[in-house]
């Protein structure tokens, strides 16, 4: 008889946290945020008390699960509006190589170390810290890699606004400041708070208001 219960809890916790995961939103593993992966270990841990514990009625271990994904759903959406709790939150992107130095301060800083980094530029058939233009170490822990050959002339996309708030690393590196961005962004007849994402590419400067997106 035990073993159809731990069968059926089985089951049960699997189409369970399989129509969670649906609530939660679609992520590779790979870009799961600290929330998510808080959240995904306290139910694995959740779901693996309450299998193997068979007396226990299985709905006694519904109750924080639900609870945790209630919590992780209202916390999403709140820093899905607030820019200041998403950063605390999840933490900001790390320039680990920019113009073609490596930023030293910033690895000690994210503990990250050069080992990691040429494993990480390895892995994208970088031979060489001399090919690389920027590298940005992404609050997931994935290295997003610009390298010189691949654009010379910088056209790829600089984050310069985003969430209606200034990027002001980015605005150094592409020899711009403030006067010149709040002068743009009059010409455009664009408030700063307005900007749900500005970047730069080409010498332009492309923006996209908050209302585009709803």
């Keep these: 008889m035990s ?12 189409f369970l946290i399989m129509v969670i995961y649906r609530i939660m939103g679609k992520r590779e593993v790979g870009e799961l945020s600290i929330m998510d992966l808080i959240v995904s270990i306290f139910i694995a841990e959740i779901a693996a008390i309450s299998i193997d514990n068979y007396k226990q009625n299985m709905f006694l271990s519904v109750v924080p699960i639900v609870a945790l994904v209630i919590i992780q759903v209202v916390i999403s959406r709140i820093s899905l509006k607030n820019s200041t709790i998403r950063s605390i939150l999840d933490g900001d992107p790390s320039v680990i190589i920019e ?3 490596v930023n030293f301060k910033e690895m000690l800083q994210q503990r990250y170390n050069l080992d990691d980094l040429l494993v990480q530029l390895r892995s994208r058939g970088i031979k060489s810290i001399e090919e690389v233009d920027y590298a940005i ?8 890699v610009f ?4 654009d010379k002339n910088r056209t790829y996309p600089l984050p310069v606004i985003i969430d209606g708030k200034v990027q002001k690393d980015v605005l150094y590196q592409i020899g711009k400041d403030n006067t010149w961005l709040q002068k743009t962004l009059r010409q455009e007849n664009y408030r700063l708070e307005d900007v749900f994402y500005g ?12 209302e585009a997106i709803k």
Excluded at 137 to 144: A, C, D, Y
């Design 3 to 14: 073993y159809f219960i731990v069968l059926g809890k089985t089951l049960f916790f699997y």
């Design 99 to 101: 113009r073609g130095k």
């Design 199 to 210: 970047f730069y590419q080409k010498n332009r400067l492309f923006l996209i208001r908050k």
């Design 137 to 144: 170490l992404e609050t997931s822990g994935k290295l997003s």
């Design 147 to 150: 390298k010189k050959d691949d």
